[in-house]
């Protein structure tokens, strides 16, 4: 009976097994925009499309495209406007703008010459470079192609002249003044291997600055080498024209010998504020981690190795389903176990509230009584109804708490496996596809999973042990609720409701199981209860 039962689910079950996979990553073809003397650079990545100018060799925007359930489209620079379909830019402030790796050795206006380093699938470099007096400056900027929003700066400062040349007041090199469309941005600061708002008095090691807010983050970190003595790199701040606090870098004063370069090394990252993502960069620091971040963490690590074993997010979630389910199965078995023994004394129950009614059964068979009488009669039933019903489940060996307990200890790390794979949202987009599923961090396009999946819950239904009482209502609630779900969250990634989809597929084969096991108890069960009936219903007066 019950592998006749389990057919349907096992053929679903074997329909989400099978796989087609297609390559989504996007290749780094960069688009030039000439506008007369000034060549624009437009670079799209699987996350980020990034516009650079050969005017200052400035980064002018890092706008976001990609963007899942909960989370929008965003430009980071300030006072930078981004049309999302045709990535057209536009600026509050024309002449006056205050962009990333600003530097103060040049004018602004000042237009670099432009070449293309390296471009491969994963990465590609570009470089500035101009010749002030006997300074050369050259700018490179190393997109990569990959989830954790970062982009690669590296200065050189070159002496071309025969004699010394001394930069008495050094750089500054600016980040922004805060993160668009966000009020009020935290400065942070990395200092000493910290996080920190507030800057200690010197010296200490700088490790970078940025803002965050609002689930985003622009951040620099200094990644120079500390063995250079050109490389004594701090924290600036400075105030442009609109009075906007400004944040970057300086280098107080540097030295060059004929035909001598100083080199600089920072790391930008421009993207959402994930501890995963921005760890991987070295700023889980920044970031911050608390006690749930820190099982995310230890949860995503599990779900990245599978992964790393499969080749594909959707295998990864299947297995990762599978196997928190396997855990989660003593405590589903013992949560069904009880409901059936819940079940069973029901009847049991219902005749102990017969024979010890509440007030309002009262006032509608003892009319005759006085309110107080009805009071103290009430009060007293029940006082006696719940002795009874505790000796009851004593003698029955049931847990009144059974049914709900072991719901409530999953409950958390439910909640977690589902922020797991809402969290690995960049990660899950730079992955394979997956059956017809180009996207698993998407939401379905056909609704295929959304559909199955509602249709599985109602199955888990039917087959979930009812009560007798708390009835048709909570019968209701139960039919109604995969039809909600299905309709206000349908547009969930498409790797949630794979998740949920096989998370359910396996806990009614699971239910299966137990309600056979329940099946080849029943009939030593019955007789057990038939037998205690009269005992039952007899209280300490004989009533």
Known sequence: MFFRRGRIAWLALILVLWTATGATAATLDPKIINQGDVDLIQIQTNLVNYQFSTRG?????????????????????????????????????????NFPFQLNLDDEDSVYEFSIERETDDLIELKFTRVVDQLEITKRYVVFNDPYYRVQFRLSLKNLGDAGLTLDDGYTLTLTSGLASVKDAKEVYLVNGKSTQTLPAPPYAFGGVGFLGQGLAIFLKNETSASDANATIMPWAGVNARQQKLLGAKVDKIELGPGQAADYQYLLYAGRWKYVLMDESGLGEVAGNGPFSQLLVWTIVGLNWLFGVTGNYGWAIILFTIITRILFFPLLRQQFHSMAKMREVQPKIMKLRERYPGLGELRKTHKDLDAAE??????????????KMMELYQREG?????????????????????????????????????????????PDPLYILVVITAGVM???????????????????????????????????????????????????LQQMIINWEIDQKKPVTVGAVAGGDAEVLVDDEGT
């Open 57 to 97: 060799a400035v980064l002018e925007s890092a706008f976001i495209y990609f963007n899942t359930f909960n989370t929008a489209p965003n430009e980071l620079v300030p006072d930078v406007n981004t049309e999302p379909d045709t990535m057209f830019r536009t600026f509050e402030f024309p002449g006056a703008m």
């Open 374 to 387: 009805m009071q103290a009669r009430a009060r007293e039933n029940r006082e006696k109804l719940n002795k």
């Open 398 to 442: 049931v847990n009144p708490l059974g049914g709900c307990l072991p719901s409530l200890l999953q409950m958390p790390f439910l909640i977690l496996l589902w922020r797991t794979i809402l969290y690995s949202a960049e990660a899950i987009h730079y992955s394979p596809g997956f059956m017809w599923l180009n996207d698993l961090s998407q």
């Open 458 to 508: 109602m199955l888990q239904t039917k087959l979930t042990p009812q009560m007798s009482t708390g009835g048709q209502n909570q019968m209701l609630m139960m039919w109604i609720m995969p039809v909600f779900m299905a309709i206000f969250l349908r547009d969930f990634p498409a790797g949630l409701w794979l998740y949920y989809f096989l998370t359910t597929v396996i806990q009614v």
